[in-house]
């Protein structure tokens, strides 16, 4: 079964500095999605940035990119520029078929 | 593209009690899911529609949970007998196309609460 792992519950960084948050997943499938979302508080669930399994360049989305390593199926966040907009839940995803796969999510605080 | 509507934000209501959700999806989106999030857990796929066609059912779909999505268009999610566990966000979302590198636009969730 798949399964995506955040093991970072909360994460803070300073207003302006980088910040990256770590998932990892278990497949047996090659061909594959990964996104990352954002929960702001009682807000909804956004996409931030999407990476095709297949593709080996790194996706971007202007201050944010990403850090995915296939064999080590590592799928990390990068935040560049925090903003005190970037305070969220971030949740990692993986997606084969219809069916998405939710890790519990990263609480992320921006200290002004 | 007026976004994932759900219907009620909040719902309270007694154990035992049976609850009704609504979704509408954005308009030409011929996807929908419905998902569930407990607190301090990612969302928990339920079910899945594609048009009015039930595709997918979680394990996590019980015997009192039921979907549908008559028309293709709105869908509904009830819950039957009510129990305390069933408390959590219920989240809805829709994609169009059947590539599933679509994104999936999720709503603001129903919050339901068992007394």
């Known amino acids: 079964a798949q399964t995506v792992t955040q093991s970072q519950p909360e994460m803070s960084v300073q207003e302006a500095e980088t910040v990256t948050l770590s998932c990892t997943y278990d497949t047996s499938e090659s061909d594959y999605y990964l996104f990352w979302y954002k929960q702001p508080p009682s807000r909804q669930m956004i996409l931030v940035i999407r990476?095709?399994?297949?593709?080996?360049q790194n996706a971007t989305e202007n201050r944010f990119s990403v850090n995915f390593q296939k064999a080590a199926k590592s799928f990390s966040l990068k935040i560049s520029d925090s903003q005190l907009g970037d305070a969220a839940m971030y949740f990692c995803a993986y997606r084969r078929g219809d069916k998405i796969i939710f890790g519990k999510g990263t609480r992320l605080h921006i200290l002004p | 593209d007026t976004g994932v509507s759900q219907d009620p934000r909040h719902k309270i209501t007694k154990r035992g009690q049976n609850v009704t959700f609504r979704c509408d999806p954005i308009?030409?989106?011929?996807?929908l899911y419905w998902y569930r999030q407990t607190l301090g857990q990612g969302p928990e796929f339920l079910t899945y529609f594609q048009n009015e066609a039930q595709l997918e059912k979680s394990r996590l779909l019980s015997d009192r949970f039921s979907a549908e999505r008559p028309k293709g268009s709105f869908s509904t999610l009830e819950i039957q007998r009510t129990e305390q566990g069933d408390s959590a966000m219920y989240l809805c979302a829709s994609s169009q196309g059947d590539s599933t590198y679509q994104p999936q636009h999720f709503g603001d969730g129903t919050r339901l609460s068992i007394l």
């Open positions: 308009s030409e989106h011929n996807r």
């Open positions: 990476q095709e399994a297949y593709k080996q």
